[in-house]
Nanobody, 124 residues
Framework: QVQLVESGGGLVQAGGSLRLSCVASGRTYIAYAMGWFRQAPGKEREFVAAITWSGGSTVYADSVKGRFTISRVNAKNTVYLQMNSLKPEDTAVYYC?????????????????WGQGTQVTVSS
């Protein structure tokens, strides 16, 4: 079993920045790709960003490309999401998730373990 705990969410004005963290514990974390997803009220959960187990490759949703950066420090069992130039439409609950394999995926069904989520609210 793997436990994922997100932190770093909050209320920020448009144009501001936040850094989300996700700490993993339990079974081996290093060998798996990690992803960030988000879910806004009344909408389906959507892909935000993902990173391979080595951290050598990343992928982003078009809506956040150039503004968000995903990274990981395997020695700390932690994955980060640096969010800059935030917009009101970025408001959502953000979830980190561990993939079923070492390569990243954009599909929700390819992620096995999920955190409880952290709220990000961007005011206009």
């Amino acid at each position: 079993q793997v436990q994922l705990v997100e932190s770093g969410g909050g209320l920020v004005q448009a144009g501001g920045s936040l850094r989300l963290s996700c700490v993993a514990s339990g079974r081996t974390y290093i060998a798996y790709a990690m992803g960030w997803f988000r879910q806004a009220p009344g909408k389906e959960r959507e892909f935000v960003a993902a990173i391979t187990w080595s951290g050598g490759s990343t992928v982003y949703a078009d809506s956040v490309k150039g503004r968000f950066t995903i990274s990981r420090v395997n020695a700390k069992n932690t994955v980060y999401l640096q969010m800059n130039s935030l917009k009101p439409e970025d408001t959502a609950v953000y979830y980190c998730a561990q993939s079923r394999g070492s390569e990243y995926s954009l599909k929700i069904e390819d992620y096995r373990y999920w955190g409880q989520g952290t709220q990000v609210t961007v005011s206009s």
